[in-house]
C-alpha cells in the first residue's frame, strides 16, 4: 500500500506530480491512499514510461481538488489510471468515476457563483490610511483562491480583504497576498465586522489595511466579541465538524448541541438559512415537543418557535396549564428550508433525506435531556420522532413505547391551526390540540412522580 502526503488540501501539482510517478510505477489506484500532511513527500520514481495526461482531465482535476470531499484525489487517479488504455473515458458521461468527477467540480463550480454573488463586502474608513472593503464568507468548497480575481477585477485597484476558514485574501491594489483562514469560530458576524476590522486595526496602532497584509490573521481571534455559546465549546466543536466527521464528536451538553447545529453540514439546507436553531428549555424536561423546522422568525432570532406558529403554541400551553418550565422545545430539522420569492423566504418542507441528517441532533437532544414523553408536533416531526410516517388523525390521543424508554405522542403543528380557514372548524382544532397537549403533560408529571 502506497501513503502519498500532500502538502495542502488543494496541492494540485503535489498531487500531479505524484499520480504521474505512481502512474509510471503501474501503481494500481486500490493500491494508493491520499491524504494531506506537510511532513511527507510524493512517492518516488522513475519516469521509464511516460504518459500523458489530456488538457481535458487536467482542466477537470484542477476543479475537483477544491472540492471538500475526502474521496476527490482517489476518484482522479483511478480516471488518470484508467486513461491510458481509454483516451476517450472522459466522454462516457455514464462511467461511474467520470460522473463522479464531473459531479464534483459541478458542486466546485457551483460554490465558486454562489461566493461571487453572496459575499458582501462592507466599506471601512479609518484615518491614516486609504478605505478597505471587508468581507467574511464560508464557502462550501476551497474555491476562494479561484474566485479571489474576480474580486480584484470588480474593485478595479481597490483594497479589500476577503476572510474565510480556507484563507484569507488581501488585495492591495496591486498584489494579492494570502494569509491562513480564520477560524469559523472567531469569525465576527455581519453587523459586527466593520467594528471588528477597526479595533483590529487599532489595537495594533496600523492602518487599516496596509499592516494586516502582513500579519498573521489568525491574531484576530484576540478580539473577537462572541461569548455564547462559550468561544471553547465553539471552536472545538467546528474543529471537529467542519469536514463531516459528525460521529467522532458526539456532544455531551446542550451547548455543544447549540454549537454544532450552527456548525452542521450534514445536508444543504444550511446554505439558505441564516443560522442553526437548536432546541430551548431546561436539560432535565420531562416533556420534549419536536416541531418541524424554524421558520423565518426563528431562522433570524436564533430560537424555536418565537414566529406565529410559536405564538399559537404559547397560547395552547397557557391554556393547557403547561409552562414553558416543563418543555424542551425543538425541531426535527435545524436549518429553515425556504424558497426566496422578492424580499420574502416561503416556506419549503424538508425532505426525508433532510430529516434523516437531521436527527443525529435530535437524538442527542434526546440523549441529554431524557425526556419521559415526546410530543411530535406535525408529519415531519413524528417521522423524525417514530423513524416512520405516523398518521396524525388515527394517532392522535395515544402513547406509543420509544426505543429509549420514553413514550412518543403525536397531534398537530401548531402552523395547521393558523391554515384552518373556517372559523368552527379552526376552534375544533385547537380543542383537538389542546386536548393532545394535555394527555402529553400527564403522561410526563405521571412518570415523574413515579
Given amino acids: 500500500m502506497k501513503t ?29 491512499v491520499w491524504t494531506v500532511d506537510k511532513a511527507a513527500d510524493p512517492p518516488g520514481g522513475g519516469h521509464e514510461r511516460p504518459f500523458t495526461a489530456p488538457r481535458a482531465f487536467l482542466g477537470l482535476a484542477r476543479d475537483v481538488v477544491l472540492h471538500r470531499s475526502d474521496e476527490r484525489f ?11 488504455a481509454t483516451p476517450e473515458l472522459l466522454r462516457y458521461d455514464a462511467d461511474p468515476d467520470v460522473a463522479r468527477a464531473r459531479t464534483l467540480a459541478r458542486e466546485v463550480d457551483r460554490a465558486a457563483q454562489r461566493m461571487k454573488a453572496f459575499t458582501r463586502f462592507l466599506p471601512v474608513d479609518a484615518a491614516g490610511g486609504p478605505p478597505t472593503h471587508v468581507a467574511w464568507f464560508e464557502p462550501a468548497h476551497r474555491v ?59 489595537a495594533r496602532s496600523i492602518p487599516p489595511y496596509g499592516a494586516a497584509t502582513e500579519t498573521n490573521v489568525e491574531s484576530m481571534a484576540e478580539h473577537q466579541t462572541r461569548s455564547e455559546p462559550p468561544r471553547r465549546v465553539v471552536r472545538a466543536v467546528r474543529t471537529a465538524l467542519r469536514d463531516g466527521s459528525f460521529e467522532s464528536h458526539a456532544p455531551t451538553n446542550l451547548e455543544e448541541v447549540s454549537a454544532g447545529v450552527d456548525a452542521c453540514r450534514r445536508c444543504d439546507l444550511w446554505r439558505g438559512a441564516t443560522q442553526g436553531v437548536a432546541g430551548e428549555g431546561p436539560g432535565t424536561a ?21 414566529g406565529p406558529a410559536g405564538r399559537m403554541l404559547d397560547k395552547a400551553l397557557e391554556a393547557a396549564g403547561i409552562t414553558r418550565a416543563e418543555t424542551y422545545v ?16 416561503l416556506h419549503k418542507t424538508p425532505e426525508a433525506g433532510e430529516v434523516r441528517a437531521c436527527r443525529w441532533w435530535l437524538d442527542a437532544e434526546r440523549r441529554i435531556v431524557r425526556p419521559r414523553v415526546i410530543l411530535a408536533l406535525g408529519a415531519t416531526a413524528a417521522v423524525s420522532v417514530f423513524g416512520r410516517p405516523m398518521p396524525i388523525a388515527r394517532s392522535r390521543g395515544r402513547a406509543f413505547a420509544l426505543p429509549d424508554g420514553a413514550q412518543g ?20 382544532a385547537f380543542d383537538a390540540f389542546l386536548e393532545d397537549l394535555r394527555f402529553a403533560c400527564r403522561l410526563a408529571r405521571q412518570g415523574a412522580a413515579a
Fill in 144 to 202: 476562494t483562491e479561484r474566485v479571489a480575481p474576480f474580486f480584484a477585477r470588480r474593485f478595479a485597484g481597490a483594497r479589500f480583504a476577503l476572510l474565510t476558514p480556507d484563507v484569507c485574501v488581501f488585495w492591495t491594489g496591486e498584489r494579492q497576498v494570502l494569509r491562513p483562514g480564520i477560524d469559523p469560530a472567531d469569525a465576527p458576524r455581519e453587523d459586527q465586522l466593520v467594528d471588528y476590522w477597526r479595533n483590529l486595526t487599532r
Fill in 4 to 32: 502519498v502526503r500532500l502538502a495542502a488540501e488543494t496541492d494540485f501539482e503535489g498531487w500531479r506530480e505524484a499520480a504521474r510517478r505512481l502512474r509510471v510505477q503501474r501503481v494500481e489506484p486500490a493500491r494508493v
Fill in 74 to 84: 482517489a476518484v482522479l487517479y483511478r480516471l488518470l489510471w484508467r486513461l491510458e
Fill in 409 to 428: 405522542v403525536v397531534t398537530y403543528h401548531p402552523s395547521y391551526l393558523l391554515r384552518v380557514p373556517d372559523a368552527a372548524a379552526k376552534d375544533a
Fill in 330 to 345: 425543538t425541531n426535527a430539522v435545524k436549518h429553515f428550508k425556504n424558497e426566496p420569492r422578492g424580499k420574502r423566504r
Fill in 286 to 306: 420531562p416533556l420534549m415537543l419536536v416541531g418541524e423546522q424554524p421558520g423565518d422568525h426563528e431562522d433570524v432570532e436564533g430560537r424555536p418557535f418565537v
